[in-house]
């Protein structure tokens, strides 16, 4: 399809009339190109920005061409949108959008010094977020057969609407390059902007898309400290905002980097900390070390959704009876799964017993008094928001003698902080608006403390699949009862073991049918940063998207956690490598190279066809499609064809 297709061809006369014939008083910007003129189009229907090259311009015709083509191809809400262009009588113009809120270089470095309140830590992390999906976008998924290379991102061509929405402009310097993976590099003329070239692009001429990564980790630093890429006002030490920065943060001296009017703020020093990072991932030398864009969007994200947890509170306030009335509806929807222990005999009886689900799912809860509390922990007090460990008989659950009868611990909640049931607790107590959870003791802890927990003593393998098993059937009874309940997000920590490694679930969140009707206890749920980012791909932003399905993708990664001995996300990596199942995906359909993820501890001393078939297990419930998952009967009875499995490689 031709540019004249693709884009609106104006004639000098309409530019003429849009822009009064020029006048300078509707100047809104002036670049390498020209001047950029406010104007209107379709007799006053549209307000749209013009850009006039300047006959003078280094930049020629060969960039105005571009530009059109770029911009006619790519059409992205972050991207700023072209609606035409004029080539008449020797003039050249284009003709975009108009940008109310003109650039992010004039609020970082121009508009606050006169008056103008300066951008808050949040519209900054918006701002930064929509350019890099825009960049992303460019990098990765235009859907045809190029990829995108800016080659001039900085933050004077990072534009805000009406909303504040972050949109990347002038493609005049871009270079296409072919989507196919063995697309490294473009040799081409050095082109771009003084203290945002990438070094490595600057001394080779090759220029990645690694070099757009250089350039806006200076905008990140350029959003984070209010200064502007090259300040010739300060000595040559501090002229370079790249190259100072990165001293900064060698020098562990990060506090000097921030704007002062964020520190107006009082942002946490830790989450400040944390963007610095990104951005001096993103000016590595090495261009093969830096995060894609894609890499860098989601750790904003993160950033964003961490300060925004900070400063918010529950959306919806619920009354402290309602607040209970769900907690106690949760409770009999799952007391009997509360307790459900790994070993086979166990598993046997809840998988042949022929009484109704209903009959099963029905509160048991021992209704514990203050004073028995008191007097199973031998504290003569207990506060909200303290756990403390106590011992109570087995059979009957009075208080006992330290360390007679089955340990015990005791959560003091407020319940007027409560949205459902975290955890599987086997009694309680509600006195003065205080609300005590009792549950068994978990003597191992969690699985994800056990498997990630530095200087932790490595689980063997039969071990691991003991645990892998057990937890297995317990969500696989949960998804098979008549009243389906199911996890919003099923990981390692919430599997723990008791002292024989019996795997316990805990940490329920569930949606239920009762007879009164369907209750989703989603309605009232708020999820957490790490959930967010943990949660089956399907989720989209909206709990309701979630099936059981989405728990057997949860189990899939508990299933990596237990090959590799890693965390989910361990931001101590490289960026290549932080995301466990995306760094382990390509490794697991291939017997050799799943070897090279395996757990070190273990130190090969695993059968290596049963670690395969586990690998190959959790690739399945990873799919990213929900459908193509197997159920978790469907994975219990793979668990236990593995478990047959004894030899050794």
Known sequence: MSIEQLSRRFSLAEIQIATQDFDDALVIGQGGFGKVYKGVIDNGASTVAIKRLNSLSKQGAPEFWTEIEMLSKF?????????????????????????????????LHKLHKSGNPPLSWVQRLKICIGAARGLDYLHTGTGIQHRVIHRDVKSSNILLDENWAAKVSDFGLSKLGPANRSFSHVNTDVKGTLGYLDPEYFLTSQLTRNSDVYAFGVVLLEVLSGRPAVDRQLNEEQMGLASWAKRCVKREKVDQIIDPYLKEEQLS??????????????????????????????????????????????????????????????ISGVMSVCSLISDSKRSSEIGNSSTSPKQNLTPKLKVFTVAELKSATGKPGLTVQESSKGWVDRNTYAPSKAGMGMAITIECLDPNGLRFLRRGQFGHCLEDEKLFLVFEFMQNGSLESCLSKKGAKPL????????????????AFLHGTENQAMYFSFKASTISMDGDHNAKLFGFGLTIEDDIGFIDCADHYQPSVWWSLLVAPEYRGDVRNLTSSSDVYGFGVVLLQILTGRRVFDYDLPFS????????????????????????????????????????????????????????????????????????P
């Open 75 to 107: 059409r992205h809400c972050n991207l700023v949108s072209l609606i035409g262009y004029c080539d008449d009588s020797h003039e050249m113009a284009l003709v975009y959008e108009y940008m109310l809120h003109g650039t992010l270089d004039d609020h």
């Open 269 to 330: 020093s830790k989450r400040l900390r944390k963007f610095v990072k990104i951005a001096d991932q993103c000016l590595c030398r090495n261009p093969e070390e830096r995060p894609t864009m894609g890499e860098v969007l989601v750790c904003l994200e993160f950033a964003l959704k961490l300060q925004e947890s900070s400063s918010s509170s529950i959306v919806e306030e619920m009354t402290f009876t309602r607040k209970m009335w769900l907690f106690f509806l949760a």
């Open 460 to 475: 063997p393998w039969a071990t691991r699949l003991k645990i892998a098993t057990g937890a297995a059937q317990g969500l």
């Open 577 to 648: 490598t932080y995301n466990l199942v995306e760094w382990a995906r390509p490794f697991l359909a291939n017997e050799y190279k799943q070897k090279r993820i395996m757990d070190a501890r273990l130190k090969d001393e695993y059968p290596s066809d049963g670690a395969f078939l586990v690998a190959k297990l959790a690739l399945s419930c990873i799919d990213h499609a929900p459908e193509n998952r197997p159920s978790m009967e469907e994975v219990v009875e793979s668990l236990k064809e593995i478990n047959a499995i004894k030899g050794m």
